[in-house]
């Protein structure tokens, strides 16, 4: 008996391993070979751990079943109920999420990834005063929660409540300041506040942070172009361009740019290529002003308006 119990515990080592190693399908089979030896089918923490693999790997059920055995065997564990919430949300099934997120809540009041994602699952249903009420919850029980001020001060923007947003954003930033996804909110909430020099000073810090996100470009770009700096405005998105080849809109957003400044060859090439990588914005393209400039183009008329 004791050595199927070594055999039990050694499973889990390798499989945890793999884990770390993000080998999720050996970990998985190290998992089920820990689940097989006695006692494994009865180890709580062996189940929540099958479950999170099955659930990354998007075997839905097989987390769920994993998930709901941890639950049967240990009622009053919070992680269980957690763990079935988050197998829901991620299949869009929020109003299951949000029964098992406040079940684990119940169990334990100060559970503030739960409070988390109970906030987000109250967004993606449209109840937003709930999903406020429950990210500053996650707070109160983590003062630490980077995450739950950025969401909520995104919610807060969205909501055009944005001196609230600020203040959130910046808290984030008190904990995590080179995280680009802040920097890039703060960006956001600094423009809507007519804050442009320092809206535009954050978007180039978030662009410094991380140059694989096409949208800090973007927005700096327009920026740029909203100030009469045209030049400015190709030269960033340019930039943006050669970190992320495949994002249409930076092709399609310099191909205006290129119109606007009577550079007629490059805007169509970068209208063409816009629309190969995504071929809906052709019916933008025929209403946009700002590409009236290369309606006169030969080749344009033939690429969309069939002549």
Not at 216 to 245: C, D, F, P, Q
Not at 274 to 287: F, G, M, Q, R, V
Request: aromatic share 14%.
């Amino acid at each position: 008996m004791r050595t199927k119990q070594y055999m039990q515990k050694n499973y889990k080592i390798i499989a945890n391993k793999f884990k770390e190693e993000k080998d999720l399908y050996k970990a998985l089979k190290f998992f089920q070979k820990s689940y097989q030896c006695r006692g494994g089918s009865e180890d709580v923490e062996l189940l929540l751990d099958m479950g999170l693999i099955y659930d990354e790997l998007e075997d839905y059920k097989s987390a769920e079943d994993k998930y709901e055995e941890a639950v049967s065997l240990a009622p009053d564990d919070p992680r269980g109920f957690y763990s079935l919430g988050t197998v829901y949300d991620n299949q869009k099934e929020y109003e299951k999420a949000i029964d098992f997120y406040t079940r684990a809540i119940a169990i334990d009041p100060d559970y503030d990834k739960a409070y988390f994602f109970l906030a987000n699952a109250y967004d993606e249903i449209g109840e937003k005063e709930k999903a406020i009420e429950n990210y500053l919850k996650a707070i109160d029980a983590n003062l630490e929660y980077f995450w739950a001020y950025i969401n909520l001060g995104s919610l807060y923007e969205e909501l055009n409540y944005n001196e609230l947003a600020l203040e959130m954003i910046k808290k984030g930033l008190t904990i995590d300041p080179e995280n680009f996804k802040a920097l890039f909110n703060m960006g956001v909430v600094l423009k809507k506040l007519g804050r442009v020099e320092e809206a535009m000073n954050y978007y180039y810090q978030s662009i410094d942070a991380n140059p694989y996100y096409p949208y800090s470009y973007l927005n700096l770009s327009v920026m740029h172009k909203e100030r009469k700096e045209l030049s400015k405005a190709v030269e960033v998105i340019s930039t943006g361009i050669y970190h992320n080849k495949d994002v249409s809109v930076l092709y399609y957003n310099r191909g205006c740019f290129f119109a606007q400044l009577n550079q007629l060859e490059s805007a169509l090439r970068d209208i063409i290529r816009a629309t190969e990588l995504s071929p809906s914005l052709s019916e933008y393209i025929k209403e946009d002003e700002e590409l009236d400039p290369i309606r006169k183009l030969i080749a344009y008329q033939i690429m969309y308006e069939g002549k």
